[in-house]
Structures are given as C-alpha cells and as structure tokens.
Nanobody, 125 residues
Framework: QVQLVESGGGLVQPGGSLRLSCAAS????????VGWFRQAPGKEREFVTG????????YAADSVKGRFAVSRDYAKNTVYLQMNRLTHEDTAVYYC??????????????????WGQGTQVTVSS
C-alpha cells in the first residue's frame, strides 16, 4: 500500500504561484496514475490534473490548462503540481491520489485507491 504526503500549500496573492509536492512512500507509485484533486468549501471534490507515471500521459481540467503543470521525479518518487496565475477560484484543499486508471476514468475520484491528507491553498490579497 503506497502512502502519499502532500506539501507546499499556503497563502498566495492573486496572480501568484505555488508548487505542491506529492511524495510517495515507495517506487510502487510508478505503477499508477497520480491525480490532483481539489475541494473548495461547500463544493464537491473536482479533478485538477493527472499524470500516468509510465508513459507520462497528462490530463488536465479546462479550468487549469495553461496555468497548472504536473510533473514527476523518478529519483524522489514525487509528483509536483506547479500552479501559476492563481485566482480566488483556485482556493481549496488539494489532494493527490494514486490509482490504476484508463482513459475514461482518469478524471474520476472513484478510480483512485490511495489518497494523501490534503494541503490547503488559499488565494487572497
């Protein structure tokens, strides 16, 4: 069972940037797709972006395309979420998750088996 730990959240002004990290407990993370989800107060959890570790296929929600980028580091078994041009609408708890997905399920939270504890991102002036 792989364990995931997110870090890097915090308070940032509109237009600013943050980089979130999702560190896996071991290299079995490489067997999975790693997704980033977020949940704002009073809203459902939503898919943000994801990367299939093997092959590097990337998927992203329309709301973050061109602003957010996901990447992986083999040496550290870590996935990063670089977030640029942040807006108030990006305020949420961000979670990383790992699962065996196919094209049609990569955006569904139900396809992911392992979840991190979440990290708060607040965009405010």
């Amino acid at each position: 069972q792989v364990q995931l730990v997110e870090s890097g959240g915090g308070l940032v002004q509109p237009g600013g940037s943050l980089r979130l990290s999702c560190a896996a407990s071991d290299s079995t993370i490489r067997d999975y797709t790693v997704g980033w989800f977020r949940q704002a107060p009073g809203k459902e959890r939503e898919f943000v972006t994801g990367i299939r570790w093997s092959g590097g296929n990337i998927y992203a929600a329309d709301s973050v395309k061109g602003r957010f980028a996901v990447s992986r580091d083999y040496a550290k078994n870590t996935v990063y979420l670089q977030m640029n041009r942040l807006t108030h609408e990006d305020t949420a708890v961000y979670y990383c998750a790992a699962g065996r997905t196919i094209e049609s399920t990569v955006r569904s939270s139900g396809a992911y088996y392992y979840w991190g504890q979440g990290t708060q991102v607040t965009v405010s002036s």
